[in-house]
Protein backbone atom coordinates (compact mmCIF):
# COMPACT_ATOMS: atom_id res chain seq x y z
CA UNK A 1 0.00 0.00 0.00
CA UNK A 2 1.91 2.98 -1.11
CA UNK A 3 1.02 6.58 0.36
CA UNK A 4 -0.03 7.41 -3.36
CA UNK A 5 -2.84 5.01 -3.00
CA UNK A 6 -4.70 6.43 -0.38
CA UNK A 7 -7.34 9.13 -1.65
CA UNK A 8 -8.46 9.49 1.65
CA UNK A 9 -6.17 12.29 2.84
CA UNK A 10 -5.99 16.18 2.74
CA UNK A 11 -6.10 17.77 -0.08
CA UNK A 12 -5.21 21.30 -0.40
CA UNK A 13 -8.37 23.54 -2.17
CA UNK A 14 -9.35 27.20 -1.24
CA UNK A 15 -12.68 26.48 0.05
CA UNK A 16 -14.94 27.79 3.34
CA UNK A 17 -14.71 24.55 5.27
CA UNK A 18 -10.58 24.37 4.39
CA UNK A 19 -10.74 28.00 6.18
CA UNK A 20 -12.19 26.95 9.39
CA UNK A 21 -10.80 25.99 12.69
CA UNK A 22 -9.81 22.39 12.96
CA UNK A 23 -11.26 22.12 16.39
CA UNK A 24 -14.39 23.40 14.78
CA UNK A 25 -14.62 20.78 12.35
CA UNK A 26 -14.48 18.09 14.46
CA UNK A 27 -16.73 19.20 16.35
CA UNK A 28 -19.50 19.07 13.67
CA UNK A 29 -18.27 15.70 12.83
CA UNK A 30 -19.36 15.15 16.35
CA UNK A 31 -22.81 17.01 16.45
CA UNK A 32 -23.39 15.34 12.87
CA UNK A 33 -22.84 11.68 15.10
CA UNK A 34 -24.94 12.58 18.10
CA UNK A 35 -27.86 13.36 16.15
CA UNK A 36 -28.20 10.10 14.43
CA UNK A 37 -27.72 8.47 17.44
CA UNK A 38 -30.92 10.16 18.75
CA UNK A 39 -32.98 9.72 15.69
CA UNK A 40 -36.20 7.96 15.39
CA UNK A 41 -37.13 7.81 11.45
CA UNK A 42 -35.02 7.02 8.85
CA UNK A 43 -36.27 10.20 7.42
CA UNK A 44 -34.19 12.38 9.61
CA UNK A 45 -31.09 10.30 8.45
CA UNK A 46 -31.76 10.50 4.98
CA UNK A 47 -32.45 14.26 5.07
CA UNK A 48 -28.66 14.80 6.89
CA UNK A 49 -27.20 12.46 4.48
CA UNK A 50 -28.04 15.26 1.82
CA UNK A 51 -27.13 17.66 3.73
CA UNK A 52 -23.54 16.46 4.57
CA UNK A 53 -22.84 15.46 1.39
CA UNK A 54 -24.05 19.29 -0.02
CA UNK A 55 -21.49 20.02 2.58
CA UNK A 56 -18.85 17.80 1.16
CA UNK A 57 -19.73 19.05 -2.59
CA UNK A 58 -20.32 22.52 -2.06
CA UNK A 59 -18.77 24.05 1.18
CA UNK A 60 -15.93 21.34 0.96
CA UNK A 61 -15.53 21.73 -3.11
CA UNK A 62 -14.86 17.79 -3.12
CA UNK A 63 -15.53 16.53 -6.05
CA UNK A 64 -18.75 14.17 -6.22
CA UNK A 65 -17.18 11.34 -7.76
CA UNK A 66 -14.69 11.64 -5.44
CA UNK A 67 -17.24 11.05 -2.59
CA UNK A 68 -19.08 8.30 -3.98
CA UNK A 69 -15.89 6.81 -4.79
CA UNK A 70 -14.51 6.79 -1.11
CA UNK A 71 -17.48 5.97 0.28
CA UNK A 72 -18.53 2.57 -1.76
CA UNK A 73 -16.99 0.70 0.72
CA UNK A 74 -19.34 2.37 3.44
CA UNK A 75 -22.74 2.70 1.95
CA UNK A 76 -21.83 -1.61 1.07
CA UNK A 77 -21.55 -2.12 4.52
CA UNK A 78 -24.57 0.03 5.54
CA UNK A 79 -27.02 -2.06 3.28
CA UNK A 80 -25.51 -5.19 4.37
CA UNK A 81 -25.87 -4.06 8.56
CA UNK A 82 -29.61 -2.78 6.91
CA UNK A 83 -30.18 -6.25 5.74
CA UNK A 84 -29.73 -8.06 8.55
CA UNK A 85 -32.08 -5.68 10.40
CA UNK A 86 -34.69 -6.14 8.34
CA UNK A 87 -34.67 -10.16 9.25
CA UNK A 88 -33.25 -9.56 13.15
CA UNK A 89 -35.55 -6.50 14.28
CA UNK A 90 -38.67 -7.57 16.61
CA UNK A 91 -42.15 -6.61 14.70
CA UNK A 92 -45.05 -8.15 12.66
CA UNK A 93 -44.27 -10.43 10.06
CA UNK A 94 -44.49 -8.72 6.18
CA UNK A 95 -42.85 -11.18 4.26
CA UNK A 96 -41.38 -13.99 4.24
CA UNK A 97 -38.10 -15.64 2.47
CA UNK A 98 -37.21 -18.92 2.93
CA UNK A 99 -36.87 -19.35 6.28
CA UNK A 100 -36.40 -16.54 7.23
CA UNK A 101 -39.35 -13.44 7.83
CA UNK A 102 -38.83 -9.25 7.21
CA UNK A 103 -40.68 -7.35 9.82
CA UNK A 104 -42.21 -3.88 10.10
CA UNK A 105 -39.96 -3.10 13.09
CA UNK A 106 -36.89 -4.07 11.00
CA UNK A 107 -38.08 -2.14 8.09
CA UNK A 108 -38.40 0.76 10.11
CA UNK A 109 -35.37 0.46 12.00
CA UNK A 110 -32.74 -0.63 9.23
CA UNK A 111 -32.50 2.23 7.23
CA UNK A 112 -32.07 4.27 10.55
CA UNK A 113 -29.03 1.92 10.92
CA UNK A 114 -27.90 2.55 7.16
CA UNK A 115 -28.18 6.26 7.77
CA UNK A 116 -26.37 5.77 11.04
CA UNK A 117 -23.38 4.48 9.47
CA UNK A 118 -23.33 6.02 6.64
CA UNK A 119 -23.63 9.22 7.46
CA UNK A 120 -20.91 9.56 10.62
CA UNK A 121 -18.19 7.88 7.78
CA UNK A 122 -19.07 10.68 5.45
CA UNK A 123 -18.42 13.28 7.91
CA UNK A 124 -15.72 11.94 8.93
CA UNK A 125 -14.10 11.85 5.38
CA UNK A 126 -15.05 15.39 4.87
CA UNK A 127 -13.00 16.20 7.94
CA UNK A 128 -9.69 14.16 6.28
CA UNK A 129 -10.57 15.64 3.01
CA UNK A 130 -10.33 19.41 4.61
CA UNK A 131 -7.97 19.23 7.83
CA UNK A 132 -3.77 19.40 7.87
CA UNK A 133 -3.61 16.86 10.79
CA UNK A 134 -0.59 19.32 11.95
CA UNK A 135 -3.11 22.24 11.94
CA UNK A 136 -5.62 19.73 13.61
CA UNK A 137 -2.75 19.28 16.67
CA UNK A 138 -1.91 22.45 17.27
CA UNK A 139 -5.57 23.77 17.55
CA UNK A 140 -5.69 20.79 20.04
CA UNK A 141 -2.97 22.19 22.20
CA UNK A 142 -4.29 25.11 22.16
CA UNK A 143 -7.39 23.86 23.53
CA UNK A 144 -4.88 22.89 26.42
CA UNK A 145 -3.84 19.29 25.30
CA UNK A 146 -0.33 18.82 26.40
CA UNK A 147 2.14 19.10 23.63
CA UNK A 148 4.05 16.21 24.61
CA UNK A 149 0.66 13.81 24.34
CA UNK A 150 -0.72 15.96 21.50
CA UNK A 151 2.75 15.05 19.65
CA UNK A 152 2.04 11.08 20.14
CA UNK A 153 -0.80 11.58 18.14
CA UNK A 154 0.78 13.71 15.40
CA UNK A 155 3.93 11.22 15.58
CA UNK A 156 1.83 8.35 15.02
CA UNK A 157 0.51 9.92 11.82
CA UNK A 158 3.88 10.57 10.51
CA UNK A 159 5.11 7.16 10.77
CA UNK A 160 2.14 5.96 8.85
CA UNK A 161 3.78 6.11 5.36
CA UNK A 162 6.64 4.67 7.13
CA UNK A 163 4.66 1.93 8.50
CA UNK A 164 2.70 1.38 4.99
CA UNK A 165 6.55 1.16 3.28
CA UNK A 166 7.86 -0.82 5.50
CA UNK A 167 4.89 -3.75 5.39
CA UNK A 168 5.45 -3.36 1.63
CA UNK A 169 9.10 -4.01 1.87
CA UNK A 170 8.28 -7.00 4.12
CA UNK A 171 5.82 -8.69 1.73
CA UNK A 172 7.87 -7.97 -1.38
CA UNK A 173 10.83 -9.41 0.43
CA UNK A 174 8.99 -12.68 1.48
CA UNK A 175 7.35 -12.64 -2.05
CA UNK A 176 10.61 -13.32 -3.89
CA UNK A 177 11.62 -16.16 -1.47
CA UNK A 178 8.24 -18.03 -2.51
CA UNK A 179 4.86 -17.79 -3.74
CA UNK A 180 3.52 -16.35 -0.67
CA UNK A 181 0.08 -14.89 -2.41
CA UNK A 182 -0.92 -18.94 -3.57
CA UNK A 183 -0.06 -20.45 -0.06
CA UNK A 184 -2.60 -22.02 2.27
CA UNK A 185 -4.23 -20.03 5.37
CA UNK A 186 -1.98 -21.89 7.86
CA UNK A 187 1.10 -20.48 5.86
CA UNK A 188 -0.41 -17.52 5.53
CA UNK A 189 -0.99 -16.90 8.66
CA UNK A 190 2.78 -17.97 9.72
CA UNK A 191 3.73 -15.07 7.50
CA UNK A 192 1.52 -12.59 8.70
CA UNK A 193 3.58 -13.50 11.97
CA UNK A 194 6.95 -13.00 10.28
CA UNK A 195 5.89 -9.52 8.65
CA UNK A 196 4.17 -8.57 12.28
CA UNK A 197 6.99 -9.27 14.27
CA UNK A 198 9.68 -7.15 11.68
CA UNK A 199 7.46 -4.29 11.11
CA UNK A 200 7.42 -4.15 14.65
CA UNK A 201 11.16 -4.74 15.30
CA UNK A 202 11.92 -2.28 12.74
CA UNK A 203 9.19 0.30 13.95
CA UNK A 204 10.51 0.02 17.78
CA UNK A 205 13.82 0.47 16.23
CA UNK A 206 12.53 3.60 14.68
CA UNK A 207 11.25 4.99 17.75
CA UNK A 208 14.62 4.02 20.21
CA UNK A 209 16.02 6.47 17.77
CA UNK A 210 13.24 9.22 17.04
CA UNK A 211 13.33 9.64 21.18
CA UNK A 212 16.98 10.09 21.65
CA UNK A 213 16.55 12.39 18.75
CA UNK A 214 14.05 14.72 19.74
CA UNK A 215 15.40 14.81 23.18
CA UNK A 216 18.48 16.01 21.58
CA UNK A 217 16.71 18.65 19.98
CA UNK A 218 14.96 19.76 24.38
CA UNK A 219 11.31 17.86 23.60
CA UNK A 220 10.05 18.60 26.39
CA UNK A 221 11.88 20.81 28.29
CA UNK A 222 9.87 23.48 28.45
CA UNK A 223 6.05 23.64 29.30
CA UNK A 224 5.26 25.80 25.92
CA UNK A 225 6.43 24.74 22.37
CA UNK A 226 6.32 27.15 19.35
CA UNK A 227 5.07 25.52 15.77
CA UNK A 228 6.19 26.56 12.03
CA UNK A 229 2.77 27.12 11.40
CA UNK A 230 0.27 29.22 13.27
CA UNK A 231 -3.71 28.51 13.78
CA UNK A 232 -5.79 31.09 14.83
CA UNK A 233 -9.30 30.55 15.88
CA UNK A 234 -12.05 32.76 14.30
CA UNK A 235 -15.17 32.95 16.07
CA UNK A 236 -16.97 32.74 12.13
CA UNK A 237 -15.83 28.72 12.39
CA UNK A 238 -18.35 28.36 14.62
CA UNK A 239 -21.22 29.19 12.72
CA UNK A 240 -20.95 25.63 11.15
CA UNK A 241 -21.43 24.00 14.50
CA UNK A 242 -24.42 26.76 15.65
CA UNK A 243 -26.12 25.37 11.77
CA UNK A 244 -25.69 21.95 12.42
CA UNK A 245 -27.04 21.93 16.33
CA UNK A 246 -29.90 23.90 15.29
CA UNK A 247 -30.90 21.37 12.60
CA UNK A 248 -30.05 18.20 14.38
CA UNK A 249 -32.70 20.16 17.43
CA UNK A 250 -35.08 20.82 14.19
CA UNK A 251 -35.41 17.13 12.79
CA UNK A 252 -35.20 15.86 16.61
CA UNK A 253 -38.48 18.13 17.11
CA UNK A 254 -40.20 17.58 14.26
CA UNK A 255 -40.03 13.12 14.52
CA UNK A 256 -41.10 13.78 18.31
CA UNK A 257 -44.05 16.52 17.57
CA UNK A 258 -45.32 15.11 13.93
CA UNK B 1 -28.69 -1.95 26.65
CA UNK B 2 -28.73 -0.89 30.85
CA UNK B 3 -28.63 -4.51 31.49
CA UNK B 4 -26.02 -5.61 28.88
CA UNK B 5 -23.83 -2.25 30.36
CA UNK B 6 -23.90 -3.50 33.48
CA UNK B 7 -23.34 -7.07 32.85
CA UNK B 8 -20.16 -6.26 31.07
CA UNK B 9 -18.57 -4.21 33.36
CA UNK B 10 -19.17 -7.83 35.91
CA UNK B 11 -17.15 -9.34 33.40
CA UNK B 12 -14.62 -6.92 33.19
CA UNK B 13 -13.77 -6.35 37.22
CA UNK B 14 -14.43 -10.30 37.43
CA UNK B 15 -11.65 -10.70 34.82
CA UNK B 16 -9.47 -7.71 36.90
CA UNK B 17 -10.01 -10.11 40.31
CA UNK B 18 -9.07 -13.46 38.56
CA UNK B 19 -5.71 -11.72 37.21
CA UNK B 20 -5.37 -10.54 40.55
CA UNK B 21 -5.25 -13.98 41.93
CA UNK B 22 -3.58 -15.73 39.62
CA UNK B 23 0.29 -15.47 40.17
CA UNK B 24 2.75 -13.02 42.04
CA UNK B 25 3.16 -9.28 40.98
CA UNK B 26 6.88 -9.07 39.21
CA UNK B 27 9.03 -7.09 41.82
CA UNK B 28 10.10 -3.70 40.96
CA UNK B 29 7.53 -4.07 37.62
CA UNK B 30 5.20 -1.22 36.37
CA UNK B 31 2.92 0.41 39.45
CA UNK B 32 1.04 4.01 39.84
CA UNK B 33 3.69 5.58 37.65
CA UNK B 34 2.42 8.32 35.09
CA UNK B 35 5.78 9.95 34.46
CA UNK B 36 5.75 8.90 30.60
CA UNK B 37 9.59 9.57 28.89
CA UNK B 38 9.92 10.59 25.62
CA UNK B 39 10.98 7.12 24.65
CA UNK B 40 7.55 5.57 26.11
CA UNK B 41 4.99 8.11 24.00
CA UNK B 42 7.60 7.48 21.08
CA UNK B 43 6.75 3.48 21.86
CA UNK B 44 2.93 4.18 21.88
CA UNK B 45 2.80 6.48 18.84
CA UNK B 46 4.69 3.63 16.86
CA UNK B 47 2.43 0.77 18.33
CA UNK B 48 -0.56 2.35 17.41
CA UNK B 49 0.36 3.56 13.73
CA UNK B 50 1.54 -0.20 13.15
CA UNK B 51 -1.43 -1.34 14.46
CA UNK B 52 -3.39 1.42 13.12
CA UNK B 53 -2.74 -0.16 9.33
CA UNK B 54 -3.30 -3.40 10.61
CA UNK B 55 -6.18 -3.15 12.32
CA UNK B 56 -8.18 -1.34 9.33
CA UNK B 57 -7.72 -4.08 6.92
CA UNK B 58 -9.01 -6.34 9.96
CA UNK B 59 -11.77 -4.10 10.36
CA UNK B 60 -13.03 -4.30 6.83
CA UNK B 61 -13.31 -8.44 7.44
CA UNK B 62 -14.76 -7.53 11.04
CA UNK B 63 -17.40 -4.87 9.54
CA UNK B 64 -18.62 -7.47 6.87
CA UNK B 65 -19.23 -10.33 9.00
CA UNK B 66 -20.68 -8.71 11.40
CA UNK B 67 -23.44 -6.31 9.29
CA UNK B 68 -24.07 -9.70 7.57
CA UNK B 69 -23.71 -12.18 9.94
CA UNK B 70 -24.80 -10.07 12.91
CA UNK B 71 -23.12 -10.07 16.58
CA UNK B 72 -22.24 -14.04 16.27
CA UNK B 73 -20.43 -13.48 13.18
CA UNK B 74 -18.77 -10.19 14.57
CA UNK B 75 -17.66 -12.41 17.90
CA UNK B 76 -15.09 -14.52 15.70
CA UNK B 77 -12.96 -11.50 15.19
CA UNK B 78 -14.01 -9.65 17.73
CA UNK B 79 -10.70 -10.17 19.75
CA UNK B 80 -8.28 -9.88 16.61
CA UNK B 81 -8.06 -5.63 17.52
CA UNK B 82 -6.66 -5.51 21.44
CA UNK B 83 -3.23 -7.38 20.50
CA UNK B 84 -1.32 -3.62 20.45
CA UNK B 85 -3.11 -2.44 23.91
CA UNK B 86 -1.59 -5.41 25.43
CA UNK B 87 1.40 -4.76 23.58
CA UNK B 88 1.76 -1.48 24.61
CA UNK B 89 0.92 -2.10 28.32
CA UNK B 90 3.56 -5.39 28.59
CA UNK B 91 6.08 -2.80 26.48
CA UNK B 92 5.76 0.57 28.24
CA UNK B 93 4.15 -0.66 31.82
CA UNK B 94 2.78 2.41 32.91
CA UNK B 95 -0.73 3.41 33.26
CA UNK B 96 -2.51 4.55 30.51
CA UNK B 97 -0.95 3.52 27.97
CA UNK B 98 -3.09 0.76 27.02
CA UNK B 99 -5.76 3.64 26.41
CA UNK B 100 -3.76 6.02 24.99
CA UNK B 101 -2.95 3.35 22.23
CA UNK B 102 -6.71 2.53 21.56
CA UNK B 103 -7.18 6.24 20.99
CA UNK B 104 -4.27 7.07 18.88
CA UNK B 105 -4.79 3.57 16.82
CA UNK B 106 -8.43 4.44 16.28
CA UNK B 107 -7.36 8.06 15.31
CA UNK B 108 -5.10 6.05 12.53
CA UNK B 109 -7.87 3.83 11.53
CA UNK B 110 -10.38 7.10 10.88
CA UNK B 111 -7.52 8.95 8.52
CA UNK B 112 -7.06 5.12 6.68
CA UNK B 113 -10.91 5.18 5.86
CA UNK B 114 -12.53 2.63 8.73
CA UNK B 115 -16.03 1.83 7.94
CA UNK B 116 -17.12 3.71 10.67
CA UNK B 117 -15.92 7.27 11.03
CA UNK B 118 -15.42 9.09 14.08
CA UNK B 119 -17.34 5.92 15.78
CA UNK B 120 -14.33 4.05 15.79
CA UNK B 121 -13.22 5.89 18.50
CA UNK B 122 -15.75 4.21 20.72
CA UNK B 123 -14.57 0.98 19.93
CA UNK B 124 -10.46 2.28 21.26
CA UNK B 125 -11.76 3.92 24.51
CA UNK B 126 -14.29 1.19 25.29
CA UNK B 127 -11.29 -1.70 25.02
CA UNK B 128 -8.25 0.68 26.25
CA UNK B 129 -10.24 1.21 29.45
CA UNK B 130 -11.34 -2.57 30.06
CA UNK B 131 -7.56 -3.36 29.97
CA UNK B 132 -6.89 -0.44 32.15
CA UNK B 133 -9.17 -1.95 34.93
CA UNK B 134 -7.85 -5.32 34.81
CA UNK B 135 -4.44 -3.71 34.83
CA UNK B 136 -5.20 -1.49 37.59
CA UNK B 137 -7.18 -4.42 39.33
CA UNK B 138 -3.63 -6.03 39.66
CA UNK B 139 -1.89 -2.76 40.39
CA UNK B 140 -0.08 -2.63 37.26
CA UNK B 141 2.27 -5.35 38.85
CA UNK B 142 1.82 -8.19 36.76
CA UNK B 143 2.61 -8.90 33.77
CA UNK B 144 2.36 -12.63 32.98
CA UNK B 145 0.49 -14.88 30.38
CA UNK B 146 -3.04 -14.75 32.52
CA UNK B 147 -3.07 -10.97 33.26
CA UNK B 148 -2.58 -10.51 29.23
CA UNK B 149 -5.26 -13.30 28.53
CA UNK B 150 -7.83 -11.67 31.38
CA UNK B 151 -7.07 -7.83 29.50
CA UNK B 152 -7.53 -9.51 26.21
CA UNK B 153 -10.38 -10.83 26.72
CA UNK B 154 -12.01 -8.25 28.78
CA UNK B 155 -11.10 -5.57 26.27
CA UNK B 156 -13.02 -8.06 23.95
CA UNK B 157 -16.27 -8.16 25.65
CA UNK B 158 -16.44 -4.27 26.58
CA UNK B 159 -15.56 -3.10 23.06
CA UNK B 160 -18.95 -5.61 22.09
CA UNK B 161 -20.68 -2.60 24.12
CA UNK B 162 -20.32 0.07 21.58
CA UNK B 163 -20.88 -2.87 18.96
CA UNK B 164 -24.26 -2.73 20.58
CA UNK B 165 -24.96 0.30 20.48
CA UNK B 166 -23.52 2.11 17.14
CA UNK B 167 -24.73 -1.15 15.38
CA UNK B 168 -28.28 -1.88 17.19
CA UNK B 169 -28.12 -5.08 18.18
CA UNK B 170 -30.23 -4.59 21.25
CA UNK B 171 -29.59 -6.68 23.73
CA UNK B 172 -33.62 -7.15 24.89
CA UNK B 173 -34.30 -8.82 22.00
CA UNK B 174 -31.16 -9.61 20.10
CA UNK B 175 -30.25 -13.36 21.50
CA UNK B 176 -27.14 -13.52 19.82
CA UNK B 177 -25.93 -10.57 21.64
CA UNK B 178 -25.82 -12.86 25.07
CA UNK B 179 -24.55 -15.99 22.95
CA UNK B 180 -21.82 -13.97 21.52
CA UNK B 181 -19.99 -13.38 25.09
CA UNK B 182 -18.14 -16.40 25.51
CA UNK B 183 -16.70 -16.16 21.58
CA UNK B 184 -15.54 -12.55 22.20
CA UNK B 185 -14.33 -13.61 25.40
CA UNK B 186 -12.33 -16.57 23.73
CA UNK B 187 -11.40 -14.50 20.65
CA UNK B 188 -10.03 -11.67 23.09
CA UNK B 189 -8.04 -14.12 25.15
CA UNK B 190 -6.21 -15.52 22.55
CA UNK B 191 -6.33 -12.66 19.38
CA UNK B 192 -5.28 -10.57 21.88
CA UNK B 193 -4.22 -11.67 25.24
CA UNK B 194 -1.91 -14.53 23.91
CA UNK B 195 -0.36 -13.01 20.45
CA UNK B 196 0.08 -9.85 22.47
CA UNK B 197 1.78 -11.17 25.47
CA UNK B 198 3.94 -13.60 23.01
CA UNK B 199 4.90 -10.24 20.85
CA UNK B 200 6.04 -8.46 23.99
CA UNK B 201 8.04 -11.50 25.15
CA UNK B 202 9.55 -11.80 21.60
CA UNK B 203 10.22 -8.38 21.36
CA UNK B 204 11.68 -8.44 25.05
CA UNK B 205 14.15 -11.48 24.07
CA UNK B 206 15.92 -8.83 21.19
CA UNK B 207 16.27 -6.47 24.56
CA UNK B 208 15.58 -3.35 22.03
CA UNK B 209 13.08 -2.72 24.87
CA UNK B 210 13.99 -2.65 27.95
CA UNK B 211 11.01 -2.19 30.31
CA UNK B 212 9.67 -6.03 28.91
CA UNK B 213 13.27 -7.52 29.20
Redesign the interface.
Known amino acids: ?1 AEGE ?1 S ?2 YIERDSIMHRLYPLTKLAW ?2 VV ?1 IGL ?1 LYREPVSGAVMLGVVLLVAVVVARVPLRDVLS ?1 SQ ?2 FG ?2 I ?2 M ?3 FF ?3 GEPVYRVGPLTITDGGLH ?1 GP ?2 FF ?2 SV ?6 V ?2 WTTD ?1 RDLMVSLTQAGIPY ?2 A ?3 F ?3 R ?2 P ?3 RE ?1 DAVRAAHAIRGRASRSGLVHRFKLWQRY ?2 T ?3 N ?6 A ?2 TA ?2 CRG ?2 AYPERTYVKTVEFKPASLILVLIFVLLQAGLIYAERAL | MALYAVVNVVIVVVLGLIAKAIGKPEEGAGGWNFQ ?4 D ?10 A ?3 NTGTG ?1 LW ?2 AN ?4 PLGGALLQGAFMWAYV ?1 AMWLVRKPGAAL ?1 VGV ?2 T ?2 E ?10 TLGWGISQGIAVEVVMALVNYGKFNLWTAIMAGAAASQFGTLWTA ?4 WDPA ?2 R ?1 VWIAVPINLISGAILSGVIGFL ?1 AK ?2 AR ?1 G ?2 RAAA
Open positions: MHLRVFAFSLILGLLIFHADPEIFRLVVLASFLIIRYFAVLALFLLVQVMFVLIGLRKAETAIEFG | YSTRIVIVAVIAAIGVVNYLSSLGLAIEAVILLGNAAGVGILFGYADLAITLV
